[in-house]
């Protein structure tokens, strides 16, 4: 039995995790529609988001599998950002982006059996003035297309940000101090 279920499709989770010295995760994606009841705060529908997750990964794990959801979104003004369909929408996320401060948050589940623990954890993102060519630039190395808000801060996307207020991890979808905190709740020990 693995240590931890990744209720996630998502590498750089999985990367983090093992970063961390988790290498004992089995990945089981379930299938959830990411809706959410309108009037929510940015960490209210992560957070919510994730439990929709956890109650589908709880249908693929038995009673005494411990399991993780996670939801991350980027929020402008207070509204979602989610992955671009196309360039044209990830230009103009991009160049609503620049030269502005915006939210990362991410929604964290960690679960088994019936007991559930949610929390979420909010980062300020400052992005740098970008000109049009490098926000082209930008989307042409094709990273913007599969991300949240449009970047990845891991990559070519660092060089979009001016600075950033909270835990860094998160803005890559994954808070590792949160989800110690949560996992040792559960009886699972990081460190």
Same mark, same amino acid.
């Given at each position: 039995?693995?240590?931890? *279920?990744?209720? &996630?499709? &998502?590498?750089?989770?999985?990367?983090?995790?093992?970063?961390?010295?988790?290498?004992?995760?089995?990945?089981?994606?379930?299938?959830?529609?990411?809706?959410?009841?309108?009037?929510? #705060?940015?960490?209210?529908?992560?957070?919510? *988001?994730? !439990?929709?997750? %956890?109650?589908? %990964?709880?249908?693929?794990?038995?009673?005494?599998?411990?399991?993780? #959801?996670?939801? $991350?979104?980027?929020?402008?003004?207070?509204?979602?950002?989610?992955?671009? %369909?196309?360039?044209?929408? /990830?230009? &103009?996320?991009? &160049? /609503?982006?620049?030269?502005?401060?915006?939210?990362?948050? $991410?929604?964290?589940?960690?679960?088994?059996?019936?007991? !559930?623990? #949610?929390?979420?954890?909010?980062?300020?993102? !400052?992005?740098?003035?970008?000109?049009?060519?490098?926000?082209?630039?930008?989307?042409?190395?094709?990273?913007?297309?599969?991300? /949240?808000?449009?970047?990845? *801060?891991?990559?070519?996307?660092?060089?979009?940000?001016?600075?950033?207020?909270?835990?860094?991890?998160?803005?890559?979808?994954?808070?590792?101090?949160?989800?110690?905190?949560?996992?040792?709740?559960?009886?699972? $020990?990081?460190?």
């Amino acid at each position: 039995m693995a240590a931890l *279920i990744l209720a &996630s499709s &998502s590498p750089r989770r999985r990367q983090l995790l093992s970063q961390v010295g988790l290498t004992d995760v089995e990945v089981r994606v379930p299938q959830v529609e990411e809706d959410c009841p309108p009037g929510l #705060t940015p960490q209210e529908t992560v957070a919510f *988001i994730s !439990r929709e997750k %956890a109650e589908a %990964a709880a249908a693929l794990c038995r009673p005494e599998e411990r399991f993780l #959801t996670a939801d $991350t979104m980027v929020f402008l003004d207070g509204r979602r950002l989610g992955k671009p %369909a196309h360039e044209q929408e /990830a230009f &103009s996320m991009l &160049s /609503a982006l620049s030269g502005r401060q915006h939210l990362v948050c $991410t929604g964290v589940t960690v679960g088994q059996g019936a007991r !559930r623990l #949610t929390r979420s954890e909010t980062t300020l993102v !400052r992005f740098r003035p970008l000109t049009e060519g490098e926000i082209r630039r930008y989307i042409a190395s094709g990273e913007p297309m599969d991300k /949240a808000g449009a970047y990845g *801060i891991q990559g070519l996307g660092a060089l979009l940000v001016e600075g950033i207020h909270g835990d860094y991890f998160n803005v890559m979808g994954l808070p590792l101090q949160l989800v110690r905190q949560m996992l040792l709740e559960f009886g699972l $020990t990081l460190l």
